[in-house]
């Protein structure tokens, strides 16, 4: 990130006329660099009328709420009445009193935690009139699509709190107590540095804003981050396999596979050395290896699900017989890698293939009846516009998909980093899950399209014979191997109600557990920490619900859970394995090459 140099150490301020006439032109220049690289490729990118594709939906609510008024007129009422209320109550406060605040923040709401929020009378009228008018607006919508089918409800309610969440005062210079603070403080040089953040962001993305969220030269791949030691001992077009070097004299004989996302990048569960999962698992007697798949280009736009099949879990299966010697694993699924786990072994299954000997399922989806906030951004319009889009350069660009991802958690994800990098002026803090957030990646065509339809739009994985795979229709009842699936209490990709419905398909034994946390703080959970509690159930209930009721809450990380459960399947050990074989001999070291390929 370009950063702003004083000419004189500890001058503080705008006063210094040459500072400011550097910056001043040093902006301007980039600014027309940055609006000309916006131009150039607006110009290649396909038009679309409604790119949200929700123009008709709000069009239909607006039409409901006019052919029933009552039940807006009711919420003004309710709206003005509160109104009044707050009014009266700021009165009272200026002349000393102390009155309760008519609305407060949702709990876990961090916009409105300085101090000026509340103890400042202006501030908290702005704060509480911004959450009763935001409160009407949800209102309103959630009248008007009450006879709506469900999604169109849930996208109008997504789009709505975007919108709502986009006007917070804390959002803006004249209305964040913090932001006019800190202005007065540095004599608007916030604004300065914040203005060259702005810029720089917009020329890491070439005139698309990519919000910086943590700093980009705090880690290093296989140095601070990545850096659990190991060789690639395999790769072909699509992934490198990697394994990791023993940290014990023995190690179990079922070597672990490791199968992630093919939209994130591996490291997520190899972070710094405190927090790694894979170098835990490693010291627990475990061989690890973990698929690195490769960041797509053009060139693999016809890479589909059955490539991601054969050359992925069906190709690191042989590779890993290859470098043990052993046939029977037990593997990992993150996400979208647990996922293209359970095609492979309802695959598998149906062609009699054995080598899975247990399956572990990260905050997987397997049935998309209700997949969540994400739904709001598929339906056959947005698919139609994507898939021209991908069609034209061969995939879809990691930014897309990172842009998706953040505006489901656009408070914490996209405004409180506006906050901090563009009003305040500040640097983002060096965060190592933020780091890997950042490095996105990008989706063939094939493969993203068949994803997004078969599974999010049209939910064929659920149906037996719904998918076919390498030419084989398959069934996830078939699915006979002992299984572990995880949930997180609070994920906003993967719903754990909607993990939990893996448990009433497959057919061999089955342990769930709940974890503390999301999708990604409650998978990176050492036990040394014990951020984050587990609650967990021997049974299997028919709902969710009934799951929770009866379960029991521990405190500490669930990885401990998992090594029990997966060593009591088969506790053999074996004398420890250095990566590869004369078979297989080593390529590189880890984390290997596929993964340093960042996206444009």
Known sequence: MAKLERPVAGEVGLSDAAFIGRSVANIAERSQRIVSAWLSRRSKELPTADPLVIGGAFFEMTARLMAHPAGLMQAQFAFWQDYVTLWHNTTRRFFGEDRAPVIEPAQGDARFRGEAWAENEVFDFIKQSYLLSARFVHDVVRRGVERSDERTARKLDFFTRSVTDALSPSNFVLTNPDVLRRTVETRGENLLRGLNNLLTDLERGQGRLKITLSDPDAFRLGETVAATPGKVVYQNDLMQLIQFAPQTKSVLKRPLLIVPPWINKFYVLDLRPTNSFVRWAVAQGHTVFVVSWVN?????????????????????????????GERRVNAIGYCLGGTLLASALAYMAATGDDRIASATFFVTLVDFSDAGDIEVFIDEGQLAALESRMRQDGYLDGYDMAASFSALRANDLIWSFVINNYLLGKDPFPFDLLFWNGDSTRMPFRMHSFYLRQMYQENKLVEPGGISLLGVPIDLRRITVPSYFLGTKDDHITPWRSTYAGTQLVRGPVRFVLAGSGHVAGIVN??????????????????????????????????????HWVAALDHEHVPARTPGSPELAPIEDAPGSYVRVRAA
């Open 296 to 324: 797509p280009d053009a060139r693999l736009s016809e890479k589909g699900f059955d490539d991601y099949l054969a050359e992925g879990v069906l190709a690191a299966l042989d590779g890993i017989e290859k470098a043990t």
């Open 526 to 563: 050492p036990p040394d920490r014990g951020k984050y509690g587990y609650w967990t159930n021997p049974e299997i209930a028919p709902t969710p619900e009934e799951w929770l009721a009866a379960a029991t809450e521990f405190a500490g990380s669930w990885w401990t859970d998992w090594q």
